[in-house]
């Protein structure tokens, strides 16, 4: 009993020295909270303005960057404007409606020449002997028309007459696919004009679907020219497409086409 009782004694004395020493033991230091102040509510809107500005800059140069494309074709375009984008042929200003004008085919059939109108009319004027300046016309109407592929029955190549003269026969065949009339001269020269220094047959003319005399091509066309001509009625055509449509219904009743 008394051993027992002593080796009680001893671990309820040992038990609080070793837990006492445990808990002071070298280095150790009694547990503490720290309490870290709050930022005041000014200096947190202060903050998420900050963030907030160099968001919007971030996005403000990103829309820059994919902007500069676009920004720089309108510049060239419409300021810079180079050399390749004009038209080659001259703008008429105002354009000028085609007349209420007799015209007759060549096998004698009468018309007006608003018949005309549904279609882009390549259009040339010379007196019926046809001389060299007059074939070399046909020639590069026929051949535009026919270079302009799927587009070619959106345009017609006119020949108007302002004399009795008659067309030499051996051109009749080459007119298959043109618009042969003839018209008033002089109703024909205040409908349109020549460039200053030239004659009415110097030139090549466009007229509109909607009857507008609309473009002049300069004097004394060739074949090392032709190429602009067409990349201007291939705009023309391109632009329009939304509302012109192939073929005229007035033309073939009318019969003036292919001279019947």
């Not at 050399?83 to 000028?96: H, T």
């Not at 004698?108 to 009319?121: E, M, R």
């Not at 349109?192 to 005399?213: E, I, K, R, T």
Request: proline share 7%; net charge positive; hydrophobic share 45%.
């Amino acid at each position: 009993m008394s051993g027992s009782k002593l080796l009680d004694d001893s671990f309820s004395r040992a038990v609080p020295e070793a837990a006492q020493r445990w808990a002071t033991g070298p280095g150790d230091q009694p547990l503490g909270l720290t309490v870290h102040t709050l930022p005041s509510p000014a200096r947190a809107m202060d903050a998420e303005v900050r963030r907030t500005g160099a968001g919007r800059w971030k996005m403000l140069a990103v829309l820059l960057v994919c902007a500069t494309p676009v920004l720089a074709s309108y510049f060239a375009f419409y300021v810079v404007r180079p050399e390749g984008r004009r038209n080659f042929g001259e703008l008429i200003d105002p354009q000028r409606p085609l007349p209420e004008q007799t015209a007759v085919s060549l096998s004698g059939q009468t018309s007006s020449l608003t018949a005309l109108k549904g279609q882009w009319l390549l259009l040339s004027v010379a007196n019926g002997a046809c001389d060299d300046v007059c074939s070399r016309h046909l020639y590069l109407q026929r051949q535009l028309r026919e270079g302009l592929g799927k587009d070619k029955d959106r345009v017609d190549w006119v020949w108007l007459i302002p004399d009795a003269a008659p067309v030499p026969a051996q051109l009749l065949p080459a007119l298959k696919e043109a618009t042969v009339l003839r018209v008033d001269g002089q109703a024909l020269s205040n409908w349109l004009a020549p460039a200053s220094g030239h004659q009415l047959a110097a030139h090549l003319y466009l007229v509109d679907p909607m009857g507008n005399w609309m473009m002049r091509f300069p004097a004394n066309l060739d074949l090392a020219n032709v190429g602009k001509v067409k990349r201007d009625l291939e705009r023309l055509l391109r632009a329009s497409s939304s509302w012109d449509q192939a073929g005229r219904v007035a033309v073939t009743e009318l019969g003036v086409k292919n001279g019947r």
